[in-house]
């Protein structure tokens, strides 16, 4: 009996070991067509990008849509949660749990529109700067303590229209230069994975 509870807590103890070579990018969105295209999606779009790259394939799973692509021996698990953005915090924990991935092997995208567009800035840790999604991560996970990586928006709005201007379209001269800066944002992901965060921030912050 004791060599059989010896075993069982072996087993327990095992399965929950975190997996120092698998990452977990969350791009961070809302979830219906109404917001495709919007600066407060754009994490969907990076990780849309990645998956496109490595030629991935969503599956629709437990608090939203999930996609693992190989890098460099590295494993990146792209997630897509469908909580909604001001509920992000429980698709990023019941995601890194169920994979095993330890915190900081976490980079959440998003946007932030104190950077204007085209500007990365890569951080390990940080408040939430009055993001409803990085505000429950926080809480979620018991601290600011996980890595992310800001995507410029640009604050082209006047005062009390800022939820209307992250919920805008991207215009077409901001359009014309996105792609460029989703790409940069994909390969800042895959440094992350592979080189580390302190050197990732060095090459891409600024």
């Known amino acids: 009996m004791l060599e059989w509870l010896r075993q069982l807590f072996a087993f327990n103890k095992e399965e929950e070991i975190e997996d120092p070579m ?11 067509g109404e917001y495709d295209n919007t600066r407060h999606n754009i994490g969907f779009d990076v990780v849309d990008y990645l998956a496109e790259q490595h030629e991935g394939k969503w599956k629709t799973e437990t608090l939203g849509d999930v996609c693992e692509i190989k890098h460099k021996g590295r494993t990146i698990v792209l997630l897509k949660p469908s909580t909604y953005m001001n509920r992000s915090g429980k698709a990023v924990n019941y995601w890194m749990t169920k994979k ?3 915190k900081e092997n976490l980079l959440v995208i998003v946007d932030d529109l104190h950077l204007d567009l085209g500007k990365l ?8 700067g009055g993001h409803n999604g990085l505000k429950d991560i926080q ?10 990586l800001k995507f410029g928006i640009g604050n082209d709005f006047h005062s009390g229209q800022q939820v209307d201007f992250v919920l805008s379209k991207w215009t ?4 014309d230069k996105l ?10 992901t895959k440094s992350f994975a592979t080189i580390g965060i302190k050197f990732t921030m060095e090459q891409f912050n600024g």
């Open 100 to 102: 095993k991935i330890q």
């Open 22 to 32: 698998k990452y977990l990018a969350v791009g961070l969105g809302n979830i219906g």
């Open 172 to 175: 077409n001269e901001e359009q």
């Open 121 to 128: 800035r890569l951080r390990g840790k940080g408040s939430d």
């Open 179 to 188: 792609h460029k800066v989703i790409k940069k944002a994909a390969d800042a």
């Open 139 to 148: 809480q979620v996970l018991g601290g600011s303590n996980y890595p992310r």
